[in-house]
């Protein structure tokens, strides 16, 4: 996997743009910190900005090849998603999925993908206000069920007595994407209840929709379906 900038720009209360590049592999997990263009060393957001909060996200984390999905981490939980965009394919300035105050020690973690990643990535909020990621590789004409990017388990587990408000996902399978050119929530008879498409990053930067939610309940399962 190949090594490459990741790069994202974020303002904050205070009138502040926080510039942010790092050197990260393909393919891994890994930490966006403040670029030594503008700043004495590379630190994590939260070192950087602590007490301070994110109102505009000016430029998505954005990687050559992509992303498949970032999220603001603190002690090891998905505090904020955030929408991702390939470099060069980028729309406009958003604001951040959820309006919080910044400590020391809180991260932003980047998936950065090669061209050719198969890796379909759903992000959901709800309304307690819990923000998580499922992951999944599809292959093939088959189902493939997302499983959460921290604990590993499916969506009725994680959420289950929550409802979904906004969800976005990525993927760049397209028109093999059988199931609304995305993912399908299915409810413990098999059935979908709720939904988003996919948005490719390398033809448009993805946006949260509030549209195709649902409550979650257990043995409720997030289902991608491909022809191919």
Do not use: W
Not at 3 to 12: C, R, Y
Not at 22 to 27: D, K, M, P, V
Not at 84 to 111: H, K, S, Y
Not at 119 to 148: D, E, K, R
């Amino acid at each position: 996997m190949a090594s490459v900038a990741v790069q994202a720009s974020l303002m904050l209360n205070t009138g502040e743009v926080v510039d942010l590049k790092s050197t990260l592999t393909e393919g891994t997990e890994g930490e966006l910190q403040t670029s030594t263009d503008y700043a004495v060393s590379a630190v994590s957001i939260g070192q950087f900005a602590d007490g301070k909060t994110i109102t505009q996200v000016l430029q998505p984390p954005t990687a050559p090849n992509g992303c498949s999905y970032a999220y603001i981490d603190r002690r090891g939980e998905i505090l904020m998603v955030i929408p991702v965009a390939v470099a060069g394919v980028q729309n406009e300035a958003m604001p951040p999925c959820r309006t919080f105050t910044l400590q020391a020690g809180d991260t932003i973690r980047v998936m950065a993908s090669t061209a050719a990643s198969r890796l379909f990535s759903y992000n959901a909020i709800t309304n307690q206000g819990v923000h998580s990621i499922f992951t999944g590789i599809p292959s093939g004409a088959a189902n493939t069920s997302l499983t959460h990017i921290k604990s590993g388990q499916g969506l009725g587990q994680s959420l289950t007595g929550q409802t979904i408000v906004a969800h976005f996902a990525t993927s760049i399978d397209g028109a093999k994407l059988d199931s609304a050119g995305g993912v399908y929530l299915l409810n413990d008879k098999g059935l979908p209840v709720g939904g988003v498409c996919a948005d490719n990053p390398s033809k448009l930067q993805t946006q949260k929709s509030m549209m195709g939610g649902a409550g979650i309940f257990l043995n409720f399962v997030a289902r991608v379906t491909t022809n191919a």
